[in-house]
């Protein structure tokens, strides 16, 4: 008996620990941080009591009992011991919370903002006080935020303050390091892994979100918001299942927080439970009656299940919330006339035209619920207001309707006359507005005829590209026209990072994408969107520029530019092929229009000079100068050149026993081309403006400019004077260099004054060889103080551009033909082979394609690789092997040559061209064959000399035959990269000579 009751007894503790063990699981987290703060705030100073008021401010929804909340804020409000400001702040916070209304903060009192402002920043000393300051900034809007969180978090780092420098920070690079930091200090920091799960779902990498939110919820399971967000997730992913069962289980778990509860109800509603939604919704309410997000949810929800009398009250009561927003007594004029209620959908319509005197449909309708009441007079009366409203509101509600086209009447056209192309532009509109404030939009209008089912699918996706640190994308139209009438519209398949996982990170370019669906031929498809600025500030201020082409590879009917500016903003023209720009003013706007009609397709021919010569172009720009762009964009460039301890560290054991300037530039260089990789991305404001040269080295890649400004930073750091050189690269094209502007260029590079040197950091296996498209570029250098200067970068010559092959070849009396070869490479094609050769154990394989394009059957036995892994070395390569295709035969055949001479297709392909044909350099290649013959051996076939000089080049080729060895010497020499139309037919001439030249044979008999 006694060893039952101890054995219940044990049952009974275990049963208590458990249940205790339970509630202690279930203890909201966020209770806990209001606890924290509510203990922090009376001891706190002023500024310090407004930074905490609107944290707690921020817990008012996520806590078990919203009153701990309010109860907060009334001590506050009633305490004599504060000041006058945080009561009047508590007052406000209590207000907002318990009633609908917005009540005026301190942050948006001028006077009061200032002075709250001064005072933190005269307080901001000290890591502490800069978290304030950020934190009151942040608030009021201040651009300065961002920094002195980061300040503060650098100086004593916590995981709260590098959370709040990732929040407030919109540069992708800024957010992502402050994540890391913070991580850093705190791996399991609830926070900042929801932040930055949240960073993955917004550039789709959702598997990576997925595994920081599964790790961050083992470590805080009580955390509903991160098992929240892992169940949106789900959804997101397709695991509806999953998701439904973790959302039934947090509502089962957590049934007190409301910002619960609002999360639950809209996901709820997305998976398809209706009524459980409307069931939260209704307890939302009952709550927090001035919900709007709930009432809009009860509103959807009475609308799908057509319940009209629900309804109405629903949009009663969101007018109690919005009493002055049109749509809602448009929506509610709507359903009590379609529930008979007359008189008071008239009421309701007069209320939409008095808040939107000069709707036209507003009146249109009011006018059609007068006839139905048989007020004939009042009927006529808005009838009219209505047409002439219509008349005259589409410019004003849009202002950039008078620029665009009429979808409608162009397709109406392309039905009735149906155009002969397979694919067509009927209007591509491109309007462009700088404001006051140096930002700028952009709208951009495109209408397609569809002729044929290839271009159906080429149009099927598109997507548009955009910056969402700085700006948003407006779709206002995707949708396709068909020939009975009918629209499709299209479908939003979301967005997607343009750049490759592994860096998008680091990037916040994005692609929305668009799909077209049921687009066939004969359909006429349109794009109508906008890029707007999300940012007051621009990222490149005192500065716009812009360049755009007018034709492309589609026939145009209508291409349109439009730039609006300020009337006092002086704007710098070039333009290319197109008549002058139509100005008009108007409203202290200035408009320049841009139109061409009937543009044929732009062909491109293979070696074609780049777009900028074949196209009409406009160029425009807000500098007409360049030494003022090099002074604006040296000082937009200069904080970005500041050494860390890192990179400094990394500079002295570089220059560390080098005593000559030529063995640092080297040493420099080879640094950045090996430690760092390139990746192709410029985008948003790093367009023009490089990244921090810490932050480059950090990652470990950068694109041509980051590249560039690390090896400059580090040439100047060893007291080499360098300049950034921005290109326009050789296949962009040739172009007028006006006015001033960055939007030229393409590529940025490395120049250094003294010798006179050009250095590209992306050329990853290039040492004095400079890219071929660098080559000829136009190129605008910038000092360190801002002197600019445009000038060309140098071409190689063909001297430099040198390759040499030597073969000794020994035929046996079998056929057999056993080699040896050396090869020499110096120049343009020196980069190639270091790659290609860079891996010792693919060097043989990949030598053997090379000569296998002349004979496909050939064996290599040994090759040996020299000056690969030296980017100042020349590359040579020793080999051996043997040629079996002629064993056994008794008459051989032997070639001109041991390389590929397929000069009509790789320079001269087609028989005509309409533009210039552009080679990549001038060069030369020599080479010496040697045979040794059998004994024996009767040569019945010796070539006579050739010998062809040309103005494009000039080739020799000798033969040779002395005892049992014959020798087959050339020199070929191309010293031409440009030939013009008029010359073509001449050099593809040219190109078959050699051709032919070089496919003479020795033919060799041999004893048997």
């Known amino acids: 008996m006694r060893f039952l009751f101890r054995k219940l007894l044990l049952v009974c503790l275990a049963t208590v620990l458990c249940n205790s063990a339970f509630c202690a699981r279930l203890h909201n987290p966020y209770d806990i941080e209001l606890q924290k703060l509510q203990s922090k705030l009376p001891e706190a100073d002023p500024l310090h009591q407004l930074a905490f008021m609107e944290r707690i401010f921020g817990l008012r929804e996520l806590v078990d009992e919203r009153s701990a909340v309010t109860h907060v804020f009334a001590g506050l409000a009633e305490n ?10 508590s007052k406000a916070c209590l207000k907002q ?28 000393s000290s890591a502490d006080g800069l978290q304030v300051l950020s934190e009151l900034e942040h608030l009021a809007g201040v651009a300065a935020a961002p920094d002195h969180m980061q300040q503060a978090a650098l100086r004593e780092p916590s995981p709260r303050r590098w959370e709040e420098a990732a929040e407030y ?49 083992g470590a805080a399971p009580n955390d509903f918001v991160l098992s929240v967000k892992l169940a949106e997730l789900h959804m997101n992913l397709g695991l509806r299942s999953a998701a439904l069962h973790e959302l039934e289980e947090l509502e089962q778990r957590w049934p007190s927080p409301l910002w619960l509860k609002s999360r639950l109800a809209i996901d709820y509603e997305q998976i ?47 007018l109690t919330l919005q009493p002055d927003a049109p749509e809602l007594w448009s929506k509610l004029a709507q359903l009590q006339e379609s529930s008979g209620d007359l008189a008071q959908a008239k009421n309701s319509l007069l ?79 491109r309007i462009q507005q700088l404001y006051e404030t140096g930002v700028n939009r952009v709208h951009v209008q495109q209408i397609f005829y569809v002729g044929s089912e290839s271009a159906a699918e080429a149009h099927h996706v598109t997507s548009i590209r955009y910056s969402p640190g700085s700006e948003d994308v407006q779709v206002h139209h995707a949708r396709i026209w068909k020939r009975d009438g009918t629209m499709v519209e299209a479908q939003e398949l979301g967005e997607t990072p343009v750049a490759d996982n592994n860096v998008s990170m680091y990037y916040d370019m994005r692609a929305r994408q668009i799909r077209f669906t049921r687009l066939e031929k004969g359909d006429v ?47 710098f023209v070039h333009g290319e092929k197109v008549d002058l720009a139509n100005s008009t003013e108007k409203d202290g706007l200035h408009t ?15 070696r074609s000079p780049g777009v900028t010569e074949t196209s009409p172009y406009v160029h425009v720009s807000t500098f007409a100068d360049w030494n003022k762009l090099g002074e604006w964009y040296a000082k937009l460039i200069e904080p970005q050149f500041a050494l860390d301890h890192a990179l400094q560290e990394e500079l002295a054991q570089l220059v560390k026993g080098k005593h000559s300037e030529q063995k640092k530039i080297t040493a420099i260089q080879e640094f950045v081309l090996r430690s760092t990789h390139y990746v192709a991305l410029e985008f948003g404001i790093y367009s023009y403006k490089p990244y921090p040269v810490s932050q480059t080295y950090a990652r470990r890649f950068g694109d041509c400019k980051d590249k560039a400004s690390l090896m400059i930073a580090l040439l100047r750091a060893a007291g080499i004077e360098a300049e950034i050189a921005l290109l326009r690269t050789r296949s962009m094209g040739d172009v007028v260099p006006a006015p001033a502007s960055v939007a030229l260029f393409d590529h940025a590079i490395v120049y250094i004054p003294k010798y006179e040197l050009w250095l590209d950091g992306t050329a990853e296996y290039s040492g004095r060889e400079l890219p071929l498209e660098d080559q000829g570029a136009l190129a605008l250098t910038v000092s360190l103080n801002g002197q600019a200067q445009l000038q060309q970068v140098p071409m190689s010559t063909a001297q430099e551009n040198y390759s040499k092959r030597i073969i000794h070849a020994e035929l046996s009396s079998q056929g057999m033909i056993h080699f040896s070869g050396y090869t020499f490479t110096r120049g343009e094609d020196a980069p190639r082979l270091r790659r290609d050769l860079s891996v010792q154990e693919q060097q043989l394989d990949q030598f053997r394609q090379r000569l296998a394009q002349v004979f496909p059957a050939v064996e290599l036995d040994n090759v040996d690789v020299h000056g690969a892994e030296s980017l100042e070395s020349d590359v040579s390569v020793d080999f051996q092997g043997a040629l079996n295709s002629f064993a056994h035969k008794q008459v051989v055949t032997l070639s001109s040559s041991w390389m590929a001479r397929d000069y009509l297709s790789a320079l001269a392909p087609v028989g005509s061209r309409t533009q210039d044909l552009v080679l990549p350099s001038a060069w030369i290649t020599e080479e010496e064959i040697h045979v040794a013959l059998p004994r024996g051996a009767v040569i019945q076939q010796l070539p006579k000399d050739q ?24 020199h070929l020499q191309f010293e031409k990269t440009r030939i013009n139309t008029q010359e073509y037919p001449a050099f593809r001439q040219f190109c078959s000579q050699l051709e032919h030249t070089f496919r003479n044979e020795i033919v060799v008999g041999l004893a048997r």
């Open 80 to 89: 004599p011991r504060v000041s006058d400001l945080v009561r009047t702040e």
């Open 169 to 217: 920070t919109v540069d992708p690079l800024r957010k992502f390091a402050a994540f890391q930091a913070g991580l850093a200090l705190d791996p399991d920091n609830a926070q900042l892994n929801l932040q930055l799960a949240i960073y993955y779902i917004g550039r789709q990498q959702l598997e990576k979100a997925q595994s920081v939110l599964s790790k961050a919820l």
């Open 351 to 429: 209320r939409l035209a008095a808040l939107e005197p000069k709707n036209a449909e507003a009146h249109k309708r009011l006018g059609a619920i007068y006839q139905r009441l048989d007020l004939a007079q009042d009927a006529r009366k808005e009838t009219s207001l209505a047409a002439t409203l219509l008349h005259t509101s589409t410019e004003k509600s849009d202002p950039d309707s008078r620029l665009l086209s009429d979808p409608h009447a162009l397709a109406a056209e392309a039905f009735r006359h149906p155009p002969q192309e397979s694919d067509l532009v009927l209007a591509d509109t």
């Open 97 to 124: 919370i318990q009633t609908a209304e917005q009540p005026r903060r301190w942050y948006q009192q001028e006077q009061t903002r200032t002075q709250v402002l001064v005072q933190a920043q005269a307080a901001a």
């Open 525 to 571: 498809a349109e794009l109508d969107y906008s890029l707007v600025p999300t940012s007051p500030h621009p990222p490149y201020a005192g500065y716009f520029g812009e360049l755009v082409t007018f034709a492309s590879r589609t026939p145009a009917r209508l291409k349109r530019y439009a730039l609006i500016v300020p009337a006092a903003q002086k704007i």
């Open 947 to 970: 010998e062809i000089t040309t103005s494009f080049g000039s080739v020799k080729l000798h033969y040779t035959h002395s005892g049992r060895e014959i020798l087959i010497h050339s």
């Open 272 to 318: 398809g439970l209706l009524d459980d939604a409307a069931r939260l919704a209704t307890a939302i309410l009952q709550e927090k009656p001035a919900s709007f997000e709930a009432l809009e949810l009860l509103t959807r929800f009475h609308q799908r299940r057509h319940m009209a009398h629900e309804l109405a009250a629903d949009y009663a009561q969101l």
């Open 592 to 606: 320049m229009l841009w139109e061409m009609h009937n543009l044929p397709a732009l062909s491109r021919e293979p």
